[in-house]
């Protein structure tokens, strides 16, 4: 394995942790305050979601926590975890002032089930923008069966491997879609050195960060070996956030599209599944 990634990560979060919380991307005053029930991402996710009132919840890779107290409110015992301390600070804070009790665990996914004393789920919630931050897929595919009770259900909406493929240079040059990087799951992360963040803010940043691509068989796969049953897969057009610069617009929904032929590329999909048969 290449350098600490999850020390490169970390601090990659870490930094961009209260930035996020004060940006208006992610309107947490209005989230708190009740005026939006919930985040954009958990309501483009709620009608696949269906009734969760009631289940006992993890949320991996929570970030700020803002969807998790989405999760909440549609009744949900929730539970969160992420690997940045500075991410859980804003996560707490949120739902102490919105009124939700929410248990936040730091620990990285793979040390996941330690760090929350061998608890078990009835759900399990991926969001958007989390597969890619981990090395190794079918080590997922198994902390996921390990989190999860018998017949527990896993929800993962992701960004699609096609997407993380593009030139996103070439994208804001001239609008072209061409392939770039690696589609399949390679040892060694793509490491880039970033000085932004895909919402609106004045801070500076300095951190890298390293990712991986998973293709969509080797996700269904490694969940189906750790004794998975897929019970849903949709590819959608659109994604809570502009991957490719100059040639996508915003829409009411808080989505991104592309200005042109949507049908050319899928750019998230929601994947379910339970344990066991």
């Given amino acids: 394995m290449q350098e600490d990634y999850l020390a490169v990560n970390r601090a990659h979060w870490d930094e961009r942790a209260?930035?996020?919380?004060?940006?208006?991307?992610?309107?947490?005053?209005?989230?708190?305050?009740?005026e939006r029930r919930v985040s954009d991402v958990v309501a483009f996710d709620e009608?696949?979601?269906?009734?969760?009132?009631?289940?006992r919840a993890l949320h991996l890779q929570c970030h700020i926590g803002t969807d998790t107290l989405s999760l909440s409110r549609l009744g949900a015992?929730?539970?969160?975890?992420?690997?940045?301390?500075?991410?859980?600070?804003q996560a707490r804070r949120i739902a102490a002032a919105a009124g939700h009790a929410i248990d936040y665990v730091e620990s990285d996914v793979y040390s996941a089930p330690?760090?929350?004393?061998?608890?078990?789920?009835?759900?399990?919630?991926?969001?958007?923008?989390?597969?890619?931050?981990?090395?190794?897929i079918r080590r997922w595919a198994q902390v996921v069966a390990e989190l999860l009770e018998p017949g527990g259900r896993l929800f993962v909406r992701e960004g699609h491997p096609m997407m993380w493929t593009i030139d996103d240079e070439r994208a804001k040059l001239d609008g072209t879609l061409a392939l770039r990087y690696a589609y399949f799951e390679r040892e060694q992360g793509n490491v880039w050195e970033e000085?932004?963040?895909?919402?609106?803010?004045?801070a500076s940043f300095q951190e890298k960060c390293i990712d991986w691509n998973h293709g969509l068989g080797e996700v269904v796969g490694a969940l189906l070996d750790a004794d998975f049953t897929l019970t849903?897969?949709?590819?959608?057009?659109?994604?809570?956030?502009?991957?490719?610069?100059g040639c996508m617009e915003l829409g009411d929904d808080g989505e991104?599209?592309?200005t042109r032929d949507d049908w050319l590329l899928p750019l998230t999909y929601t994947l379910q599944a339970r344990r066991g048969g």
């Fill in 47 to 55: 009608p696949l979601l269906g009734d969760i009132a009631g289940l």
């Fill in 195 to 202: 000085d932004e963040t895909y919402v609106t803010t004045d």
């Fill in 256 to 258: 991104w599209r592309l």
């Fill in 77 to 89: 015992q929730m539970s969160g975890l992420d690997l940045s301390g500075s991410s859980l600070e």
């Fill in 114 to 136: 330690q760090a929350l004393g061998g608890r078990t789920f009835e759900l399990l919630y991926t969001g958007i923008g989390a597969l890619c931050w981990l090395p190794d």
């Fill in 232 to 245: 849903g897969l949709v590819e959608h057009r659109s994604q809570p956030w502009q991957s490719l610069p």
């Fill in 18 to 34: 209260a930035p996020h919380a004060a940006s208006p991307e992610y309107d947490v005053a209005r989230l708190i305050s009740g």
